[in-house]
């Protein structure tokens, strides 16, 4: 079992920057890929940065000005924000792939205009 609390939400102005952090714990050590996934109201949850064996993927909305990273030391991943938009408000929620998916329980980011 694993188990991801996700921090660092909150409410920003349109042009600035959040940094989301999602500390894993239980068989954190079976974790292959980590990434980042987002739902916006009356809208699918949808990828927005994946990072596997230091490799990365993002989704093209988001290329150029968000980062995934990961610390393997403190079973830690990291999405920074920049020139956030008012379309990147959702709900972001932290996925681990460890023989099974696992989600936290979700952070609110709100860009507003």
């Known amino acids: 079992q694993v188990q991801l609390v996700e921090s660092g939400g909150g409410l920003v102005q349109a042009g600035g920057s959040l940094r989301l952090s999602c500390a894993a714990s239980?068989?954190?050590?079976?974790?292959?890929?980590m990434g980042w996934f987002r739902q916006a109201p009356g809208k699918q949850r949808e990828l927005v940065a994946l990072?596997?064996?230091?490799?990365?993927n993002y989704a093209d909305s988001v290329k150029g000005r968000f980062t995934i990273s990961r610390d393997n030391g403190k079973n830690t991943v990291y999405l920074q924000m920049n020139s956030l938009k008012p379309e990147d408000t959702g709900v972001y929620y932290c996925n681990a792939v460890a023989g099974r998916q696992y989600w936290g329980q979700g952070t609110q980011v709100t860009v507003s205009s």
């Open positions: 239980g068989s954190a050590f079976s974790i292959y890929s």
């Open positions: 990072i596997t064996s230091g490799r990365t």
